[in-house]
């Protein structure tokens, strides 16, 4: 009996689906999730797909494609959209809305751990003991801001080590951008004075603090401190600098994300402004995968649902579009930041010449964008037509080591695409075999090809994903080659094109040889698109590899025998070497010394003593 698809598959679930919301997931035949929807009443959702016409091209096919479906019932609607966005997050179905950027923003974190705290740039949890402002669209945002309260509120930017081991101002205090509490140079209560009114700054009182430093440098030329008054009088004019650099101070809308859509042939663009404290803390471009001819509402919501997943809302956010559900939304996004959110689509106003300035920046991005794809593409055509490739590749993978006779070997790998590089999947390789022969290229590149399709393999064995590459690009020649295509053959990987790239005779740019297995080495015409082309993507590989080595290179210079012990962190090492001096005569201290040491217990001097007298 043939098995039923389509339409008359959706038809036969109808009979006992429930009207109750949830979430319902449509299958293939090889069981890979098309679609996750959510619905306030299943039944009437699902019932549109039984419909035999009157669908979208995108939804036509998609109905098509379905064998099996899956339904899971929720006591709200609110669960459910919230089941929804975590199943899409999951899963990645092939017809949803998906936001592909998963970074997080930075944040400035004013630490409060220590009696003159630290002002520096942060990522990631806020588990650290102070006061968090953001967040910004960019490390580039974050740093110059860092930059402007230095040179406004001299505020130390050095790690508490650092702090406790100055004995003299450093460079920041001599160009007067910090006030050297190191060593003494400013008081624990003036200090603290600055710090509020640099914290009074982030949150948007600027006039404020102006009008203060004004005042105050008048009672000082008054009182005839002048050289208090000529410090006053640089910092006004280093905020008034700040405050004319601003490129948006929204006075109406103190704390706001601006969220901007523009969709053109079937690409969307979101652009999205971050305003605190009425400034402008810098805006970010995200380009969702979409999965048809979506409607810019549907394109909205499931972005605000997935951009938030991980972040905190603010209390206000302004829309080009209103979401499919603008009170669900905000209910949603209210419950996950404890407190009412406000989602609006202003018409009018200033809140409106905010979400028009970032509709703008969103269209001008998506041009961009499409233009930079279509010499993209021109570029990828060309590759499979030079190197004889069934079809252009769409992700192309490009390796590369890096060792200073041997040490420190790292791998490393560059993706490429229709949309230029893919540096959220560039990777790194620790080289870990202990039988490589030092500066062994051959057992490098085998170690890390053998990691990389051994994951593939386990995580994705049937390539459903994007994770799979359409051609592999090697640094070196034929013997690389012929030992790449060994290393797939044992793992059985025997359709990825291999594309060896070697210097020429004289070893000059342009003169490159390409070789491929069981064919002639050839080469390129000099002025071809596609030998530039190759010769970055070879390049970026170089860059990412070396940048790997040096960065590992470095941190082995740096390394400290003391890390390696449990049970000694920062403050205990920090003890240590303030006793001893060096991390050498901790190692040759006795035990009785050891435990002379503040904040070492009898226990933990047995511990480092055993470490280092162990191995003697």
Request: hydrophobic share 40%.
């Amino acid at each position: 009996m043939t098995q039923k698809t389509g339409h008359a598959l959706i038809q036969d679930y109808l009979r006992t689906l429930e009207r109750s919301p949830g979430v319902y997931r449509m299958l293939d035949a090889q069981g890979a999730v098309l679609y996750v929807g959510k619905a306030r009443d299943l039944r009437a959702r699902v019932s549109n797909y039984a419909r035999p016409s009157g669908h979208s091209a995108r939804i036509a096919r998609m109905i098509r494609e379905t064998c099996s479906m899956m339904f899971l019932t929720t006591r709200t609607e609110t669960e459910a959209l919230l089941l929804e966005q975590n199943l899409i997050k999951q899963l990645k179905p092939r017809y949803n809305v998906l936001l592909r950027d998963d970074k997080s923003f930075p944040n400035i974190l004013v630490a409060k751990s220590h009696a003159f705290p630290q002002i520096k740039k942060h990522r990631g949890a806020k588990s650290e003991k102070g006061d968090y402002y953001g967040p910004f669209a960019s490390a580039g945002a974050v740093n110059r801001t860092l930059n402007q309260l230095q040179r406004v509120f001299l505020l130390r930017n050095c790690t508490d080590s650092v702090f406790e081991s100055r004995t003299r101002p450093c460079l920041l205090f001599q160009i007067k951008r910090c006030s050297a509490p190191c060593v003494g140079r400013i008081s624990e209560e003036d200090y603290a004075g600055l710090v509020s009114d640099a914290e009074r700054f982030l949150q948007g009182k600027s006039t404020d603090i102006q009008a203060t430093l004004a005042r105050e440098m008048t009672e000082a030329a008054e009182a005839m401190e002048y050289e208090r008054a000529a410090a006053l009088r640089d910092r006004i004019k280093a905020l008034t600098a700040v405050q004319s650099v601003q490129a948006i101070n929204p006075r109406g809308v103190p704390e706001a994300d601006i969220v901007a859509l523009h969709m053109e042939s079937g690409q969307a663009c979101v652009q999205v402004f971050f305003i605190r404290g009425n400034q402008s803390w810098g805006n970010r471009d995200f380009y969702p995968r979409l999965g048809g001819a979506e409607a810019p509402d549907e394109v909205m919501q499931a972005f605000l649902m997935q951009f938030y997943d991980d972040k905190p809302p603010p209390r206000m956010i302004l829309l080009s579009h209103p979401p499919e559900d603008p009170e669900l939304t905000a209910e949603v996004l209210g419950q996950r930041a404890g407190r009412r959110v406000e989602v609006l689509a202003p018409q009018r106003g200033e809140k409106f010449e905010l979400v028009t300035n970032a509709l703008r920046n969103a269209r001008e991005s998506l041009a961009r964008r499409m233009s930079e794809s279509a010499a993209q593409q021109k570029l990828l055509t060309g590759i499979a037509e030079a190197f004889d490739l069934p079809a252009a590749p769409r992700r192309i993978e490009v390796y590369d080591n890096s060792h200073i006779q041997g040490s420190n070997a790292v791998g490393g790998m560059v993706v490429a695409g229709p949309e230029g590089y893919v540096k959220s999947q560039y990777r790194k390789f620790n080289i870990k075999g202990t039988e490589i022969t030092p500066g062994d290229d051959f057992g490098m590149m085998k170690e890390v090809l053998t990691r990389r399709f051994q994951r593939l393999l386990k995580e994705d064995p049937d390539r459903q994903t994007e994770a799979w590459p359409d051609l592999l690009l090697i640094d070196g020649g034929a013997g690389q080659v012929s030992a790449v295509e060994s290393i797939l053959t044992e793992l059985g990987v025997n359709d990825v094109p291999i594309i060896g790239v070697a210097k020429g005779v004289d070893r000059d740019h342009g003169k490159e040889e390409f070789h491929r297995p069981g064919r002639r080495p050839f080469a390129l015409r000099m002025n071809d698109p596609v030998l530039y082309f190759v010769q970055r993507l070879r390049d970026e590989a170089h860059r990412w590899a070396i940048g790997t080595h040096r960065a590992r290179r470095a941190k082995s210079v740096m390394a400290n025998p003391l890390d390696e012990i449990a049970g000694v962190g920062a403050a205990r090492k920090r003890a240590l070497l303030a006793h001893f001096g060096s991390a050498k005569a901790v190692s040759r201290a006795g035990l009785p010394d050891l435990q002379a040491v503040e904040g070492i217990s009898a226990a933990l001097a047995q511990k480092v003593y055993d470490h280092f007298h162990a191995k003697g």
